[in-house]
C-alpha cells in the first residue's frame, strides 16, 4: 500500500506533467513533431497526443471505481490509437490544453479520495485487479516514461 507522504509525490508528478510538456516542446517545428527520428519509435506529437487519450482513459477509469462496484476497465490498442487522423492532423496545443485541465481535475480527486475511496478496486481484462494505488503510481510514471521518450527522440533529431 502507497503511504500518504507518496501519494502526495505522485500527485504532484501527475498535476506538474503538462507544465513539463509544455516547456519541452514549445516552439517545436511541424518537423520535429512529426518525423520519425527513432525506429519503432512514436513521433512527438504522437507521444503528446497519446498522453491525453492514455490519461483520459485512465481518468474515466478512476470515476468507474469510484462510482461502480469492482467495474471491468476496457483496454484499447494504443498503437492502433497511434495512427488515427487526428494524431497527424491535431495540432499538440490542442492535446497540450486537453492534459493540462484533465491533469488539473484528477490532481484534485485524487487529493481529496477517502479512505474507502482508495480501497476500491476494478477488474481490467489484460491486467487483472486495478487499484487506485495503481492507477497513480502507473500512470505518475506513464507520465515520466514519455518526457524521457520524447527528449530521446528530440536528442536522436540531431544525430
Avoid: C
Avoid at 72 to 82: F, H, I, K
Wanted: proline residues 5%; hydrophobic residues 40%.
Amino acid at each position: 500500500m502507497t503511504t500518504q507522504a507518496e501519494r502526495k509525490i505522485l500527485i504532484e508528478k501527475i498535476k506538474h506533467l503538462p507544465a513539463q510538456l509544455e516547456l519541452l516542446v514549445g516552439g517545436l517545428s511541424y518537423a520535429q513533431l512529426h518525423t520519425h527520428y527513432l525506429p519503432d519509435e512514436w513521433t512527438v506529437a504522437q507521444n503528446i497526443h497519446h498522453l491525453a487519450d492514455s490519461h483520459m482513459n485512465s481518468f474515466i477509469r478512476l470515476k468507474l471505481i469510484l462510482t461502480e462496484d469492482n467495474p471491468t476497465l476496457r483496454p484499447y490498442d494504443q498503437d492502433a490509437w497511434a495512427v488515427t487522423a487526428d494524431y497527424a492532423h491535431t495540432p499538440i496545443t490542442e492535446s497540450l490544453t486537453l492534459l493540462r485541465g484533465l491533469h488539473s481535475r484528477w490532481a484534485i480527486l485524487f487529493e481529496k479520495l477517502s479512505p474507502e475511496q482508495w480501497a476500491r478496486p476494478g477488474f481490467h481484462p489484460d491486467n487483472g485487479v486495478v487499484t487506485i494505488d495503481g492507477l497513480l503510481e502507473s500512470y505518475a510514471a506513464h507520465g515520466e516514461g514519455h518526457l524521457d521518450q520524447i527528449n530521446r527522440t528530440l536528442a536522436a533529431q540531431t544525430k
